[in-house]
């Protein structure tokens, strides 16, 4: 590491450590004004969120109306996948952690495609449906009866979905080919 012009190392450290300490008398004291200033910075940006929100959510039920209509092409796959991992990210952020987890089967039930027994589509209709529905009630936090509901019985369906025949009860298996 190359030392600054005209300073040692230990000289430049004890430069940056003065610059983040604060005068507390004993030299412990840490200035918080930084991180004071990025919290007032995330509470100013926290009043979009709720619109960035419902972007994200446009931009996913676009990505799963194309790939609806055009199913089985890899490029509309990928957006799907992509809108729908961006979700996943983003919504926890945003202040709605249960559409992250919503979002984070969806991503799973996408990876799989291709090992489903019946059509997904449906129960891609019904991710994303949770979603918007999360985002349009602006369901906060981690405790919604009803979005906990939900995502227990989309949990179960991607279990059906997904699962070999072999592995299925016969009842589940007899339901599963009538869809």
Known sequence: ???????????????????AVTDDGKGEGWDLSPVRRAEQAMEQLSKNFPEWMREEVER????????????????????????????RGH???????LASTI???LCALIEELDSCRVDPGP???????????I??????????????????????????VLAPAEAMEPAAAAQAAES
């Open 1 to 19: 590491m190359a030392e600054p012009k005209g300073e040692s190392a230990p000289a430049a450290a004890a430069t940056l450590r003065a610059r």
């Open 60 to 87: 996913l039920d676009a990505a799963r109306s194309a790939f609806a209509e055009a199913s089985g092409e890899d490029n509309l796959r990928q957006a799907l996948f992509l809108a729908t991992h961006d979700v």
């Open 91 to 97: 919504a926890g952020t945003f202040g709605y952690p």
């Open 103 to 105: 979002a984070e089967g």
């Open 123 to 133: 129960l891609v209709d019904a991710h994303v449906d949770a979603i918007r529905a």
């Open 135 to 160: 985002q349009r009630g602006n369901i906060r936090g981690e405790t919604d009866r009803g979005a906990l509901g939900v995502i227990a019985a989309l949990s179960a369906a991607r279990r059906v």
